[in-house]
């Protein structure tokens, strides 16, 4: 086991739906030390990948997208989930369902912060049914930019989506992947 | 000026209404250059000052509060405008007017993040009528703890919000104060 498997291992609570709570250091409480190691660990996958560009969502993937832009130097853009009133530029706009809200949500990036020329590693803390992935996917793609790599701390193996974005031609790179997990027992198995 | 303020009178753009601009470094497409030196620069400010916590609220506020946490080796929090289906803890509410999204909304903490131990420095990109600030200084108070300061970026002068905080008692650092803002002339002046 990985570093963030044993964390998940040791911290991480099982419900009922395929419901994993680590939110005493993923994407509530923060652990920095944590997310400096995910973000390194998706830096050293990525070797020999030009990136010039962080993509996320907010709010559970900017501190892993912080850290990650600082390592390569290059502007981190987190996509809203709302409009803003000083949302006076011309926006890229993408729809997902949210797992966690249980609603279908647009998903904006104003247009000049993602440009024809990028190459963009997209970042988030779960990969779950992937809605959130696919949205920043389209919106690379209709920037017409090129999706350099997708980097995530936790898949959510059972839902299938890394298989479907690497049949799709996506270089993905979970730092953990779960297998399963059973809020009987608490049992979390890791692939 | 410092590095702040010369950044935002270099690409800040205004409009109506008191409304700035500077999604371009700020809080759409980070800079974490900009945003580590804020870190540093609330630190430096706050020597001597105990913090075990730093707590913004999302989004905009989890770069620089991310960089605080490590700058400090405690633990970040970030406040949620939602509730999701993990959110099985209690928890702290309270609420807040958004100014950029013009509604009311609560804002949660799960109980076990904030304790009465606790030296919060709590942590924003803006302020400007401080509702934000406010709901988080509560939810500080709710759990007993102390706010051992309030550091933020960029403090629109105008509402005068800073004032009222530092009367009400708590350590304020902006790093950069804005004085006023010309939509037609496009001048940005400090304080």
Redesign the interface.
């Known amino acids: 086991m990985n570093f963030l498997e044993e964390k998940i291992k040791a911290e991480g609570?099982v419900?009922e739906?395929n419901?994993?709570?680590i939110?005493?250091?993923l994407n509530?409480?923060?652990?920095?030390?944590i997310?400096?190691k995910i973000a390194e660990d998706i830096k050293n996958h990525f070797e020999n990948v030009k990136v010039t560009k962080i993509l996320t969502i907010?709010?559970s993937g900017?501190?892993i997208a912080?850290?990650l832009?600082?390592l390569y130097s290059v502007?981190?853009?987190?996509a809203?989930k709302?409009q803003?009133?000083?949302s006076?530029d011309d926006q890229y706009i993408s729809r997902a369902y949210s797992?966690?809200?249980?609603t279908t949500n647009n998903v904006y990036?104003?247009r000049?912060?993602i440009n024809s020329s990028d190459k963009v590693l997209i970042v988030d803390d779960f990969l779950a049914d992937g809605e959130a992935t696919r949205a920043l996917i389209d919106i690379v793609h209709q920037a017409g930019a090129e999706v350099a790599g997708i980097g995530i701390a936790v898949e959510k193996g059972m839902h299938h989506t890394g298989e479907r974005l690497r049949a799709d031609g996506y270089r993905l790179h979970s730092v953990a992947v779960i297998q399963s997990m059973d809020p009987t027992t608490q049992t979390i198995t890791f692939r």
Do not use: C, L, W
């Open positions: 609570q419900f739906g419901v994993m709570k939110d005493n250091f509530h409480q923060v652990d920095v030390r997310i400096r907010e709010s900017i501190p912080t850290i832009a600082e502007p981190m853009v987190f809203k709302s803003t009133v000083n006076t797992f966690t809200h249980k990036v104003s000049p912060y």
